[in-house]
C-alpha cells in the first residue's frame, strides 16, 4: 500500500528516481530518533542523578551529569545504549531455550499471538459474512459485538483463566503450558476479531453498485456474489484490518499473560521488570515486542501487496 | 423467510409440549407446569396461539404480535419459576426456557424482515431488534447462572448486577468522569489526530514514506502492560497518564488505515486533479481525504472501543481512588463481582453509545459510498 | 500420587519458598503428592480461582479470605505458616513524617486487589479517612514498584519487609532517609500468607488426610529454607520461568520470610486469628471489609491430622 | 440457460414484455423525480425493440425494470409471462450496461467466463464461448489483459461479449455501442442482426443512433423527459434479413424523419 | 486561466501542439503494447483538430500524452511551446474524460466548482461559471443532485460543463458527445462551435462519428491501430461560422468519404 501512495499525483517522479533503498531512510529516521531519545534520557533522568549526587554530597560538572543520566540502574527512561546491552545480554548472550533469553519469549509470545491472530481473523470473517449476508445478525449482532469489545479483557482475563484455563488444565487434562497458550490465545483472538470484523464489513459492502447489479442480472446465488465480487472487492479492507489485527493480537497475548500466571513470555518479562522496577529490562521487553510487531505488520502488509498484485489491481 | 424460518415454530412447538408434559423440576417429579395455576395456563395458550399465527401466516403483523406477547411471558414466567427450581431445574423448566427463546428469535426474524424504512418506524426497529436481542442475551445469563448455581464470584446474574447499578450510581459516575470523559476523549482525540497527522506526513514527504513507516510500525503494538507503568512513571498517577497510554494504542490504526485511504482513490479522478495542476494540498482535501474516509471511519470504530479498553487496563498500573480500571481491579480483589459487572455494564454502554456517535457522524459524512447506497 | 493444585498470591519469589524447596527435595513426594505449584500475579483472585474449582488449596491474606468468605466463598484457613506480617508504610524523612499522626494532608501509595484491608483499618484506627479531603490522607493505587517513593510522587508507599523495601535501598535510598511504619508495630498487623480451602470439602476425611500431609511436607520445606537460606534462594530462581528475578534479590527476601515464618509451625495462633478479627472489626467505614464476626473461618483439624503442635 | 428455457417454452410465440401503466419515482434529497410515468408497452417474443429519447428520459430506469433492478412504484409489469424477479432468477435475459462494469481484477477473458462460472458451465464449454465471443467483438487477443488496460471502446466490447457469452433468449442492451466507431459499429449491428434472425432472440435496445434504431429494430418506442414517457412507438416492416443497404431507401429515410420528429418534440429547445 | 494567458501570449498565432516521432509503448502482464507510434503532428493556435480512428488505436493515449497524463517513451512534444509538464502547471487546457470521472461526494454543481476552486476564483465568478455551464448543457434544475442520481448522458454532460466552466485555451475532449442522443449532440456541437468561433479557443477532439468530425473540425487526423499511427490528415476548409445545413453540401460528402476510406482502411474485417 506504501507503494500506491508514493504514487500521489502531486509528486510523481520520473521512474529513474521512483525505486531509492529503504535501508537510507530508516537509518536516518532511526538515527534522528536515537538522538530524541538521548536528549530525552538526560532531560527525564536529571533530576534523579541530581539526587543522587546530592546525596554524596559532590557537585557534578555537566559533564558528569550527562554521563550519570546516561547510565543509571533505575533511570525514568534508560538511554539507547543501556538497552542494547541488555538486548545483547538476553539475546545473544543467552541459548535460545534459555529462561532468560528473549528470545524465548518472544517465541512465547509470538506462537500464541499467531494462533489468537489466525483464530481472530477468521472469527472476524465469519461474523462480517454474517453480518453482511444475515439482515437479522446486522441489526441484532453487531451492536452487541461492538459492546463485546468495551469490556475490558482485563476484567474478564480471570473469568477466563477460572473457567477456560482451569477447565482446560484440570478437568480436561491440558498440559499446563498448552492451557495458558490456548488461554492466552483465547485473549487474542477476543481482541483481535473487532478490527477484522468492522473492516471486512465495510469491505464487503464497498463494490460498486453496477457491480452488484451485473451479479444480480446472472441471479448468482449469495455465495457467488460473495467468492466472485465481495470478497475481491474488500481486498484492501481485509488487509489494512488485518494489519490492525496482528498488532492488536500481540498486545492481547502480552496482556492474557498477565492473568495466565504471567510465567513466561514478553508480558512476563515487562510484569517482572516493573515488579522489580528494573527499566531497562522493561525496555528491553518493550522493544522486542515491538520489533515483533512491525515484523508481523510488515508480513501482513507484504501478502496484502502480494494478493492485490495478484489481482491486477496494482497499477 | 425460507426453510430455516419455519423449522423454528415447529421445534418451539414440539418445545411447547414438552413444557406442558414433562415435570417442572427434577426433584418434584409432581410439579408440572400445567398446575402451576392461571398464570402458567395464559403463558402456554399464549404460546401455542403465537406458534398457529406464525405458522399459517408467516409474516403478518399479527403474527409479530402475537410472537412478542408469547415470547415476554414465557421470559416473564421463566424467570418467576427460576428461584423455586435453582440447582434442579427439571426438563419442562428447560424447554418452557427454550421455547420462549425460540419465539423470541422469530420475532427478530420477523421483524428484521421488514424493509429499511425511515423515519420513525425505521429507528424504533433499529432499536427495538438489537433490545430484544440483547433482552433475551440477559434472560438466558439470568437462568443458567440461577438454574445452575454458578458461584456468584465468578458470575453474577444480572439481576443482581441491574441491583448494584442502582445503588452505586454516585460511584459509577464518578469513576466515568476520570475514565472516559477524562482519559478516554483526550487520549482518543490526540491518539487519532496523531496517527491522522503522521500519515499525511508520511504520506507528503517519500523519504519519510520509507523511513517513517517502518518505524511507525513499531508502535503498532505497544504492549498496554510495559507501557502502562511507564506512562505513570512520567505522566504521574492521575489520567494524563491514561490518556498517554490510549494516545499510544489509538495511533497505528488510525496511522494504517489513513496509509490505505489515501491511496485507494481512482487513477481517472487523480488524472482529473492533474489536469487541474492541482497541489499537494488541493488533491489531498479535494479528492484523496474524501476517498480515504471509509477507511478513516474504520480506524475511528475500532478505535472507540480500543481507547476504552486501554484506558481501563492502564488503570490497573496506578491510579487514584477513581476511575473505571480502578473500580474493576479493587472490587475483583474484594470480591464484589457485582460492582465489577455493574462497572463494566457501564462501560460496555459508553463504549456502544460512543461508536453509535462515530459511526452515524460516519453515516452523514460518507452517504456517497456504496455501502450506504445499496 | 495424589494430585493437588496449589494457587499462589504472587508471582514465583521467596516468599513462597518453603513449597518450592518442598517440591524441589520431594517432600511432597515422599507424602505421595503429586503438586502443582501456579503462580499468580497482580491480575489473580487465588479466592475466585479456588471457588471456580482452578486450585485445591490456595495462599492468601486473611483479611481478603474473611472478606470472600462474607461474598459467598466459604474459604477456611487450615494453616498458617506465617507468624508475622511483613506489611508496612515507607516514607520519605524529607516530608516531614515521624509518626502516624503526621499523615493528615499526605499522599500515601496502597495497593489495592485485596491488600487494602489492613491499611483501611489502621486508618480507621487513625481516624483518617482516605477519599482525599484536607482532614485525610490522599491515596494511591500503588503499582508493581516503588517508583512513586523513588520519583516523589507519593510520600509513603507500601512495602513489604522482604521485597519492596529492598528495592527503595537498592535505588540508592539509604536507610537513614527512610522512616518506616511496620503494621506489626502498630497493633494492625493481619495474618498473612495463610492456606486456605474450600469448607466443603474438609467434610470428607480423605481430603483432610490429603492436605495434612500437604501442610506437613510445606512446613518442612520452611523448615529447610530456614537452615538453608541460600539453597532456597536458588530452588525459587531455578522456579522461575521469567528468567528476570536477580539472585541477590531473592537471597535478601528469603532472609526477611525466614523472620516472618519464624515462630510458626503451620499451626494457626488462634490469638492471631482474633487479632486479626477485631482489626478488621474496627475498620468500619462505608465499605467495611467485613461486618461481623465470622463462624467457622479456620480448622486445626488439618494441622492436628498432620500431628503438628 | 436451462431455466430460461423452461420458462421459454411455456409462452414460445407469446409476449415476451408486458407493461401496463408503469411509473417509477426516484426519492432524492432534494424531492422526487419521477422517472417514468404511465409506460405501456408490449414485447412479442422475437421482436427487436429499440428505445429511443433524449438523455434521461428514462430508458435506463425503464431497462432495469425489466431486469428487476429497479423497483417500479406503480403498474404492472412480466417478463416471460412472470414477474421481472421471477425471470431474473431463471437467467432469462443478457444484460449490457450503459457503463462496460468489468471487475478491474478478472482479466478481459475472466470478465467473460463471470457469468458461465455462475451458470455452473464446464471448463471447455466456458473456453469455447469466451474465445467465439471475444472474436465476435474483435477482442482476440486481449484476453490476458486486465480492463484498465484497455480502451473504452474494447471495454465496452468485451462487456458485450460477455452479456452475449451467456446466449440468452432475450437481449437487454443499454447503448452498447455508443463509444465504438461507425465501422465496428455497422459490423456489430450486422452481426447482433445475425445472431437475432438466427436464434429467435427478443432483444430490448438503447440507442441514441437514429439510423441504427431503425435498421435494427421491428419496433422503435420513443420516449420523452420529465417526467419519462412514452411518446410514439414505431413498427418497422424490414425482413429479417436487412443488409445495410436498406439505410438509402425511402421506406428507411421515412421512419427516420419520424423517429426524428418525435425526438426533437421531446427537447425543450429548438433549432 | 490567467497562467494560461501568459503562456499563450508568447506564441500567440503560433503552435498549439507539436509532435514529432512521438511513440509510446505499455508494458503489461503478457508483454509491451504499443499504443503510439511514430506520431507527427503539428496543431496551430485556433485550430479545431478531431483524431478519428477505430476503438483502440491510441486516440486517448494521445490526449493523455498531450495533457502530460501518460510520459511517452519516445519523440518529443511540445504545448504551447513548453513541454506538455510545463503546460499542464500552467493550467493551459480543459480536459474533458472518455468516462465522466464526476466525485460522488460532491453535487452536480459541486463537481463543476471543483476546477474553479482550485483555481482560487471568488465565491460569485463560481456561481456564474457553474450556473452558466450547467445551462448550457441544458442540465440547469440539477445542481442539488449527486452524480449517481443522473443518467449516464447527463453525467457526462457534467463533466463538459466542468471543463468549459475552466474557460481554457485549448480544450482537449475525449469523445465527450458519445453518449448523446442526436438532438442534445447537434445542440451541443453548434454551442462548441460557437464558443470556439467567439474565443479563439483550440480544440482536440476525439470523437467516432464521422459527420461529427466533418462538422466541426478545421483538421481530421485518421488513426489505425497496431500499432496506433496517424494514417491520414484530412484538412476541411469550412468556415468558422459554418452551420448544421453545411452537412447536406457535397464538399462535406467528400470529406466523410474520405474520412470513412481512411477509417475502413485501419480495420481488419472488410464489409
Ligand atoms: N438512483 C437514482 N436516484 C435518483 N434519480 C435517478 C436515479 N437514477 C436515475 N435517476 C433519474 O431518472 C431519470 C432517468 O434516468 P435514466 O438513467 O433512465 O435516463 P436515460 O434515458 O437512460 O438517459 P441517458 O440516455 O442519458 O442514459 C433522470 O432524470 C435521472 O436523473
Ligand atoms: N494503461 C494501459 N496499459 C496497457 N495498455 C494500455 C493502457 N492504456 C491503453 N492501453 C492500450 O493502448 C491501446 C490504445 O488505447 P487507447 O485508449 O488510446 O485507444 P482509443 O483510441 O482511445 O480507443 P477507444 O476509441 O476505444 O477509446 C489499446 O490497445 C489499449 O489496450
Ligand atoms: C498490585 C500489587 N498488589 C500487591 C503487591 C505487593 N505484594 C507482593 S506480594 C504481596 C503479598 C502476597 O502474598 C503483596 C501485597 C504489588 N506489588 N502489586
Ligand atoms: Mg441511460
Ligand atoms: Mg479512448
Known amino acids: 500500500m506504501t507503494a500506491i501512495a508514493a504514487k500521489s499525483p502531486a509528486l510523481r517522479k520520473p521512474r529513474s528516481l521512483k525505486k531509492p533503498g529503504i535501508l537510507f531512510p530508516v537509518l536516518i529516521v532511526s538515527l534522528a530518533l536515537l538522538a530524541v531519545w538521548y536528549v530525552g534520557a538526560y532531560f527525564l533522568n536529571a533530576q534523579l542523578a541530581r539526587d543522587q549526587f546530592a546525596r554524596q554530597k559532590k557537585e557534578p560538572t555537566a559533564q558528569e551529569l550527562v554521563a550519570a543520566t546516561w547510565a543509571m540502574d533505575r533511570p525514568l527512561l534508560p538511554a539507547p545504549h543501556q538497552v542494547a546491552v541488555e538486548l545483547w545480554k538476553t539475546t545473544v548472550d543467552q541459548s535460545v531455550t534459555s529462561k532468560r533469553s528473549l528470545v524465548y519469549h518472544s517465541w512465547i509470545t509470538l506462537s500464541s499471538t499467531l494462533a489468537g491472530f489466525v483464530s481472530g481473523t477468521l472469527l472476524g470473517i465469519l461474523l462480517a459474512i454474517g453480518i453482511v449476508h444475515v439482515s437479522s445478525l446486522d441489526k441484532s449482532l453487531m451492536p452487541w459485538i461492538v459492546a463485546s469489545q468495551t469490556i475490558p479483557i482485563v476484567a474478564i482475563a480471570p473469568m477466563i483463566v477460572v473457567v477456560g484455563y482451569n477447565l482446560m488444565n484440570g478437568q480436561m487434562g491440558l498440559s499446563t503450558d498448552l492451557s495458558r497458550f490456548i488461554a492466552k490465545a483465547m485473549i ?5 476479531f473487532f478490527p477484522v470484523t468492522v473492516g471486512l464489513v465495510k469491505g464487503l459492502r464497498s463494490p460498486d453498485p453496477i457491480h452488484l447489479d451485473l451479479m444480480r442480472t446472472y441471479s448468482a446465488s449469495r455465495a457467488q456474489t460473495f467468492w466472485k465480487l465481495r470478497l475481491p472487492a474488500a481486498m484492501p479492507y481485509l488487509f489494512t484490518s488485518m494489519q490492525v489485527a496482528i498488532a492488536i493480537s500481540l498486545v492481547g497475548a502480552i496482556v492474557g499473560e498477565l492473568p495466565t500466571g504471567a510465567s513466561a513470555g514478553i508480558g512476563a518479562r515487562l510484569l517482572a521488570g516493573s515488579y522489580y522496577g528494573q527499566t531497562v529490562q522493561i525496555w528491553a521487553a518493550l522493544l522486542a515486542a515491538s520489533i515483533l510487531a512491525a515484523l508481523l505488520v510488515w508480513m501482513v502488509s507484504l501478502g496484502g501487496r502480494a494478493v492485490v498484485k495478484r489481482m491486477g489491481m496494482a497499477r | 423467510m425460507n426453510a430455516r424460518g419455519l423449522l423454528q415454530p415447529w421445534l418451539a412447538f414440539i418445545g411447547l409440549f414438552a413444557a406442558v408434559s414433562l415435570p417442572l423440576d427434577s426433584l418434584d417429579p409432581e410439579r408440572m407446569l400445567p398446575r402451576e395455576g392461571p398464570l402458567a395456563w395464559v403463558v402456554i395458550v399464549a404460546m401455542a396461539a403465537a406458534l398457529v399465527a406464525v405458522i399459517r401466516a408467516e409474516r403478518s403483523g399479527l403474527a409479530g404480535v402475537l410472537l412478542a406477547i408469547a415470547a415476554a411471558l414465557g421470559g416473564w414466567f421463566t424467570l418467576q419459576l427460576l428461584p423455586s427450581v435453582a440447582g434442579h431445574a427439571g426438563p419442562a423448566f428447560w424447554a418452557l426456557f427454550l421455547t420462549s427463546w425460540l419465539l423470541a428469535w422469530c420475532l427478530v426474524s420477523v421483524l428484521a424482515a421488514i424493509p429499511r424504512q425511515t423515519g420513525f418506524d425505521g429507528a424504533f426497529l433499529r432499536i427495538v431488534v438489537p433490545l430484544i436481542f440483547g433482552v433475551w442475551l440477559l434472560i438466558i445469563w439470568e437462568v443458567i447462572v440461577l438454574a445452575f448455581k454458578v458461584p456468584f464470584v465468578l458470575i453474577p446474574p444480572p439481576s443482581a448486577i441491574g441491583a448494584k447499578l442502582i445503588t452505586s450510581i454516585p460511584i459509577l459516575a464518578a469513576d466515568f468522569r476520570q475514565t472516559f470523559l477524562k482519559a478516554v476523549i483526550a487520549g482518543y482525540a490526540i491518539g487519532c489526530a496523531s496517527g491522522f497527522l503522521v500519515a499525511i506526513l508520511i504520506d507528503r514527504v517519500p523519504f ?152 452515524l457522524i460516519e453515516r452523514a459524512a460518507t452517504f456517497w459510498h456504496p455501502s450506504f447506497r445499496t | 500420587a495424589d494430585p493437588i493444585t496449589f494457587q499462589l498470591k504472587w508471582v514465583t519469589q521467596a516468599q513462597f519458598a518453603g513449597y518450592y524447596v518442598a517440591k524441589a527435595k520431594g517432600f511432597y513426594d515422599e507424602e505421595g503428592l503429586d503438586v502443582t505449584i501456579k503462580p499468580g500475579g497482580p491480575d489473580i483472585a487465588p479466592e475466585q480461582v479456588i471457588a471456580g474449582g482452578g486450585a485445591d488449596v490456595i495462599t492468601t491474606w486473611m483479611p481478603a479470605a474473611l472478606a470472600s468468605r462474607e461474598k459467598g466463598v466459604p474459604l477456611v484457613n487450615i494453616a498458617q505458616p506465617f507468624k508475622k506480617s511483613g506489611l508496612m508504610l515507607t516514607c520519605r524523612k524529607e516530608t516531614g513524617i515521624s509518626s502516624p499522626a503526621d499523615f493528615k494532608g499526605k499522599t500515601l501509595g496502597v495497593w489495592f486487589y485485596g491488600n487494602e484491608y489492613p491499611f483501611l483499618a489502621w486508618m480507621a484506627k487513625l481516624g483518617l479517612k482516605t477519599d482525599g479531603g484536607p482532614d485525610g490522607v490522599t491515596v494511591l493505587k500503588q503499582g508493581f514498584n516503588v517508583d512513586p517513593l523513588i520519583q516523589k510522587q507519593a510520600d509513603c508507599i507500601s512495602t513489604m519487609t522482604y521485597n519492596e523495601f529492598g528495592q527503595v535501598l537498592d535505588a540508592g535510598i539509604p536507610e537513614s532517609e527512610l522512616v518506616v511504619f511496620k503494621y506489626e508495630d502498630q497493633g494492625v498487623a493481619t495474618l498473612e500468607d495463610g492456606l486456605y480451602v474450600m469448607e466443603e470439602k474438609l467434610k470428607d476425611p480423605a481430603f483432610v488426610e490429603k492436605m495434612a500431609k500437604f501442610v506437613k511436607a510445606s512446613e518442612k520445606g520452611w523448615d529447610y529454607a530456614r537452615a538453608n537460606p541460600d539453597e532456597a534462594a536458588k530452588i525459587v530462581l531455578d522456579n522461575d520461568e521469567t528468567g528476570a528475578q536477580t539472585e541477590a534479590h531473592q537471597k535478601f527476601m528469603i532472609g526477611e520470610v525466614n523472620k516472618l515464618t519464624e515462630g510458626s509451625n503451620g499451626v494457626l495462633d488462634e490469638a492471631d486469628y482474633k487479632r486479626t478479627v477485631t482489626t478488621l472489626l474496627s475498620a468500619g467505614g462505608e465499605t467495611p471489609v467485613i461486618t461481623k464476626e465470622p463462624t467457622g473461618a479456620w480448622t486445626h483439624a488439618v494441622t492436628d491430622a498432620a500431628g503438628l503442635k | 440457460m436451462s431455466d430460461g428455457e423452461a420458462a421459454h417454452a411455456s409462452t414460445k410465440e407469446g409476449t415476451a414484455i408486458d407493461i401496463r401503466g408503469l411509473s417509477l419515482t426516484f426519492e432524492t434529497n432534494d424531492g422526487p423525480v419521477q422517472a417514468l410515468s404511465n409506460i405501456d408497452l408490449n414485447v412479442q417474443r422475437g421482436e427487436f425493440v429499440s428505445f429511443i429519447g433524449p438523455s434521461g428520459c428514462g430508458k435506463t430506469t425503464l431497462l432495469r425494470v425489466i431486469a428487476d433492478l429497479e423497483q417500479p412504484t406503480g403498474g404492472s409489469i412480466t417478463v416471460n409471462g412472470v414477474s421481472p424477479e421471477e425471470a431474473r432468477l431463471a437467467r432469462a435475459y443478457g444484460y449490457v450496461f450503459q457503463a462496460a462494469a468489468l471487475y478491474p481484477w478478472r482479466t478481459i477473458a475472466k470478465n467473460v467466463a463471470l457469468p458461465l462460472e455462475i451458470m455452473g458451465l464446464s471448463r471447455a464449454e466456458r473456453e469455447k464461448r469466451i474465445a467465439e465471443n471475444l472474436a465476435l467483438v474483435n477482442l482476440a487477443g486481449f484476453e490476458q489483459k486486465f480492463p484498465w488496460q484497455l480502451s473504452g471502446g474494447m471495454q465496452q466490447r468485451a462487456s458485450i461479449a460477455r452479456a452475449l457469452a451467456v446466449e440468452p433468449d432475450l437481449l437487454l442492451m443499454d447503448e452498447p455501442f455508443g463509444a465504438l466507431d461507425e465501422i465496428v459499429r455497422d459490423h456489430l449491428n450486422e452481426q447482433l442482426l445475425k445472431l437475432w434472425a438466427q436464434t429467435q432472440k427478443t432483444v430490448v435496445f438503447v440507442t441514441h443512433s437514429i439510423p441504427e434504431a431503425v435498421f435494427l429494430s421491428t419496433k422503435i418506442v420513443v420516449m420523452s423527459p420529465r417526467p419519462g414517457r412514452v411518446t410514439d412507438i414505431i413498427e418497422c416492416g424490414f425482413p429479417r434479413d436487412r443488409t445495410l443497404d436498406i439505410r438509402e431507401t425511402p421506406e428507411f429515410l421515412e421512419i427516420a424523419a419520424r423517429v426524428r420528429h418525435g425526438l426533437r418534440a421531446g427537447h425543450s429547445y429548438e433549432d
Open chain 1, 188 to 192: 487474542s483472538t477476543y481482541l483481535s
Open chain 2, 208 to 359: 519519510l514514506q520509507r523511513g517513517l513507516l517502518p518505524i511507525g510500525n513499531l508502535v503498532s503494538a505497544l504492549p498496554i502492560v510495559g507501557i502502562a507503568p511507564i506512562m505513570v512513571m512520567w505522566f504521574g498517577f492521575d489520567w494524563p497518564s491514561k490518556a498517554a497510554v490510549v494516545v499510544v494504542s489509538t495511533f497505528f490504526p488510525m496511522l494504517v488505515n489513513t496509509v490505505t485511504g489515501l491511496a485507494a482513490s481512482q487513477p481517472m479522478s487523480r488524472d482529473l486533479m492533474r489536469t487541474y495542476a492541482a497541489n499537494y494540498w488541493q488533491t489531498l482535501f479535494k479528492l484523496r481525504l474524501p476517498e480515504a474516509m471509509p477507511f478513516i471511519f474504520n480506524a475511528l470504530k475500532i478505535n472507540s472501543t480500543l481507547a476504552l479498553i486501554a484506558a481501563i487496563v492502564a488503570e490497573f498500573f496506578g491510579t487514584p481512588i477513581v476511575g473505571m480500571g480502578f473500580r474493576i481491579s479493587t472490587e475483583v480483589g474484594r470480591m464484589n463481582i457485582d460492582m465489577v459487572w455493574a462497572e463494566i455494564a457501564v462501560a460496555a454502554l459508553a463504549g456502544s453509545v460512543f461508536y453509535g456517535v462515530v459511526a
